[in-house]
């Protein structure tokens, strides 16, 4: 809890300086570069880091578009992959279970759909 300057929240929280409540507050208001967002996260990455790899994507490409362009085989010019970026956990588990839910949805939905007839 460093983010607090010349205050202790845990030792205010214990010392009962503060609620609960209070100290909840100041835990969900952490910058996004405190310890406890890169642990939600899985990574260190933040947003700036981020758009310093589009940037870096977007000059690679357009590099290889400039080559192709003014080559006299442009077919032969591959395009650059795009750097690795960390994978964000707590993002990759929310689409799974987008998915799943999706997934069983449509089952459902077929289900429902399908006449039965074996009863007939």
Same mark, same amino acid.
């Given at each position: 809890?460093? *983010?607090?300057?010349?205050?202790?929240?845990?030792?205010?929280?214990?010392?009962? /300086?503060? *609620?609960?409540?209070?100290? @909840?507050?100041? !835990?969900?208001?952490?910058?996004?570069?405190?310890?406890?967002?890169?642990?939600?996260?899985?990574?260190?990455?933040? /947003?700036?880091?981020?758009?310093?790899?589009? !940037?870096?994507?977007? !000059?690679?490409?357009?590099?290889?578009? *400039?080559?192709? !362009?003014?080559?006299?085989?442009?077919?032969?010019?591959?395009?650059?992959?795009?750097?690795?970026?960390?994978?964000?956990?707590?993002?990759?588990?929310?689409?799974?279970?987008? @998915?799943?839910?999706?997934?069983?949805?449509?089952?459902?939905?077929?289900?429902?759909? *399908?006449?039965?007839?074996?009863?007939?």
């Amino acid at each position: 809890m460093q *983010t607090y300057p010349g205050r202790d929240p845990l030792g205010e929280y214990f010392r009962e /300086e503060i *609620t609960l409540r209070q100290l @909840r507050v100041m !835990v969900e208001h952490l910058p996004q570069d405190s310890a406890l967002h890169r642990a939600v996260r899985g990574h260190g990455w933040q /947003e700036s880091e981020y758009l310093l790899a589009e !940037v870096a994507d977007a !000059v690679r490409t357009l590099a290889a578009i *400039t080559v192709a !362009v003014n080559s006299k085989r442009p077919k032969s010019v591959k395009m650059p992959e795009p750097l690795p970026r960390p994978i964000d956990e707590a993002d990759e588990a929310r689409k799974a279970e987008e @998915r799943a839910y999706a997934e069983q949805a449509y089952s459902d939905l077929v289900s429902a759909l *399908t006449p039965d007839y074996a009863d007939t």
